[in-house]
């Protein structure tokens, strides 16, 4: 099974920025997507964006386009998500999944295809 971690959660001041790691044990094909999702206390989980690895490319939920990014570091079995200009209304539990192969073109695969998942990681935005 893949394991995955999340960390770098914490307490940010509105407007202030915060970088999430998702560290993975291994990834034994380079078909596989990665992706970011949140949950808001009474909320439904909501997805951020995926990593596509085969296709190459990152996509994004229209509403977290310009102040989510994503970035990896292949050596480390890790993908970041860097979030800027935080905001209240984005205090939540982060988290990671992934699932291989990907078998999604053009767009995220839907929530409910991801095999793994890691524990979340609280981000509070808050002064």
């Known amino acids: 099974d893949v394991q995955l971690v999340e960390s770098g959660g914490g307490l940010v001041q509105p407007g202030g920025s915060l970088r999430l790691a998702c560290v993975a044990s291994r990834f034994t094909s380079d078909d596989y997507a990665i992706g970011w999702f949140r949950q808001a206390p009474g909320k439904e989980r909501e997805g951020i964006l995926c990593v596509s690895s085969s296709e190459g490319t990152v996509y994004y939920e229209d509403s977290m386009k310009g102040r989510f990014t994503a970035s990896n570091d292949n050596v480390k079995n890790t993908v970041y998500l860097q979030m800027n200009n935080l905001k209240p209304e984005d205090t939540a539990v982060y988290y990671c999944?992934?699932?291989?192969?990907?078998?999604?073109?053009?767009?995220?695969?839907?929530?409910?295809?991801?095999?793994?998942w890691g524990q979340g990681t609280q981000v509070t935005v808050s002064s």
């Open positions: 999944a992934s699932v291989t192969p990907d078998t999604t073109y053009g767009s995220c695969p839907d929530e409910i295809e991801y095999d793994h």
